[in-house]
RNA sequence: CGCCGAGUAGCGCAGUCUGGUUAGCGCGCCUGCUUUGGGAGCAGGAGGUCGUGGGUUCGAAUCCCAUCUCGGCGACCA
């Protein structure tokens, strides 16, 4: 079973959008799948827009976040923000342009990015004597402060983050998912010890795991990367994968164990307690908005949107019904005592306009995710009662006393956030498959995708074999004994397994 | 950057092959009336340098060249 996007739906629904076309998706039959691609990702663009997170703007590969997508955003940023301060860290702000000679200091670190910066080389009129790079990350400027303000052992750990935009020159974009310019934090740690930055660098990949998870309710694996997919620079690069609801994996967010790899290309020192000059340990970690992508994809049905209620913009949306002036004034009173009622409960928003019928609003709202709606009319003031509608699985509660709803919305909302995760926790469960015969593997792939354990030989040129050949990449290796093969040869070349890893197409 | 598809009103498209009055259609928008518990109806109206720049021609949305952007697939990546 698999969601696709159909064309049929597409036409008929045409004449109601109000941005283009209705956007709809049913449940088919593998079978029925080929050619569904182009539809599954227009999908995904269709949405984005018309929910209104996100337009295109007229520099290539660049978006314009909307203020419903930006709202979603500082939500997320707000419930990450607070938990990087709540492990110690610091926010601080860094520059934009980076001097091209600070890239250059780490080897695998400037043959990892040289090809994706964007440069500056005027300004003022003038051709520049160093060209800028528009920081694609900010390792080698952040380090290059981090030398200066490291002395001794008394100045760590240091533990920086920075809300920041960076610039990556990618090849094809899609919005939120990979464009030009994106939003992120990115944290940036030196620590005296190497065990100390390793803990720091799990410790944040499961802050990481919290975020998704109990936020964005959405369940993510967490591992290492293989070397293929490493951060260039890291010694180790941890992440958070999720699986999206057409079965490709999406990598959520990253954590890296730098080693002393950056200390020593930007010379940061310390003197230990025994006196010793001694080279820093370091981390860094990022997530971006990618996340309002992984939202979109991992719940999003087919009437649009669905938002997990703890970062939803809007958690309650009111939409009036009346037919004369006398019902609409007493309708909008009610409305307004309800709006008070429960602002101090849940993020209510009554939409009153007067042009759109409530069946618009209807469809208008739920395309947005918007988890709760409270549809009143005449006949609900009469009976100081509510209709409730959920988003998640349109379960309507006719007849709600006005006087619970304060008491009741806020464990609605639970609800929703609960069912949101467990449901994408049931798909994901479903479509995780132990798999140790490579015709299976490309058969699971072609039918259904989701995510493969499998044992791995741990070589690099096998992986990329396996990539080529069935579009599929090791999202990780997992941690502690889930690591440990299950079968003793690969998956793919059939020699000693080293490693059970989990293999996904991925975004 | 390679291959494919597309750029015509705010959105979705027709017209292009085969050049020729005033460039159409649906939705949206504006005005009025009527409606409102799942994307309402009728009437009237506004809105376009046909992506951009060259060229061919008496005449270009239409043909030729160049270029930009968007989408898909591939290589690269959060």
Redesign the pocket.
């Known amino acids: 079973m698999l969601i696709v996007y159909t064309q049929a739906t597409q036409v008929k ?12 998706m049913e449940v088919k039959d593998i079978e029925e799948e080929k050619g569904k ?2 539809e ?3 999908w ?2 269709d949405i984005v827009q018309q929910a209104e997170l996100a337009d ?7 978006m314009v976040i909307r203020p419903y997508g930006y709202a979603l955003w500082e939500n997320v940023q707000k419930a990450l923000d607070q938990m990087i301060k709540d492990t110690g860290h610091q926010n601080a702000y860094f520059p934009l342009f980076i001097p091209e000679s600070f890239m250059q200091k780490e080897k695998e670190h400037v043959e ?1 990015f040289a ?2 910066c964007a440069v500056v080389t005027h300004g003022g009129g003038k051709k520049l004597e160093e060209p800028l790079i528009v920081r694609p990350t900010s390792e080698t400027i952040i380090n290059h402060m981090f030398a200066k303000w490291v002395q001794s052992w008394r100045d760590l750990p240091l533990l920086i983050n920075q809300w920041a935009n ?1 610039v ?1 020159w ?13 939003l ?1 934090q990115e944290g940036h740690t030196a620590h005296a010890s190497e065990d100390e930055a390793e803990e720091e660098a799990q410790k944040m990949l499961a802050v990481y795991k919290t975020l998704a998870e109990d936020w964005l309710a959405l369940p993510v694996l967490t591992g290492e990367k293989t070397d ?5 620079g890291a010694v180790r ?1 941890y ?1 958070i994968e999720a699986l999206m609801r057409d079965g490709k994996a ?5 954590s890296h164990f730098l080693g002393q790899n950056f200390a020593k290309a930007f010379d940061i020192k310390f003197q230990s307690a025994g006196g010793d000059l001694e080279y820093a340990w370091q981390t860094s970690w ?1 997530v ?3 996340l309002i ?1 992984a939202i979109v994809l991992g719940h999003g049905d087919e ?2 949107l669905v938002l997990p209620p703890k970062i939803a913009p809007i958690q309650v949306v009111i939409v009036p ?5 006398d019902e ?1 004034a007493q309708v909008t009173k009610y409305c307004e005592q309800i709006v008070l009622a429960l602002k101090d409960h849940a993020r209510v928003h009554a939409d009153m306009r ?11 709202w ?2 947005k995710g918007v988890p709760i ?1 409270l ?8 009976n100081n009662v ?2 409730i ?1 959920r988003r998640d699985n ?1 379960e ?1 509660m ?1 007849g709600v006393k006005q006087t619970d709803l304060a008491n009741e919305i806020p464990k609605l909302l639970l609800a929703v956030q609960k069912n949101i995760f467990e449901r994408a926790l049931k798909f994901r469960q479903e479509s995780t498959v132990k798999i140790n015969d490579y015709k299976a593997f490309k058969k699971t792939l072609d039918e259904k995708n989701g995510f493969i354990e499998a044992s791995w030989c741990g070589s690099g040129d096998c992986e ?1 074999t396996v ?2 050949d069935s ?1 599929a ?1 090791i999202r990780l290796i997992p941690f502690g004994n889930d690591r440990t093969p299950m079968n003793d040869k690969c998956v793919h070349c059939g020699k000693p397994a080293k490693w059970q890893v989990v293999f996904a197409r ?2």
């Open positions: 629904r045409e004449s109601y959008a109000s941005g283009g076309y209705q956007l709809f691609d182009l599954r990702a227009k995904y663009t295109y703007a007229p520099v290539k590969g660049c990892g090809p994706e960076v990556r990618e090849m094809r974009t899609r919005l939120f998912l990979r464009t030009t310019e994106f992120w293929n997919e490493r951060f260039r690069t992440c999406l990598q959520a967010g990253t990022g971006s908005t990618r992508g009437k649009g019904i009346y037919k004369t002036d609409k007067d042009q759109y019928t409530p069946g618009w609003k209807f469809n208008h739920e395309q709606r549809n009143i009319g005449p006949k609900d003031v009469a509510v209709e509608v349109f309507k006719r990329q990539k080529e579009k990449t991925a975004y």
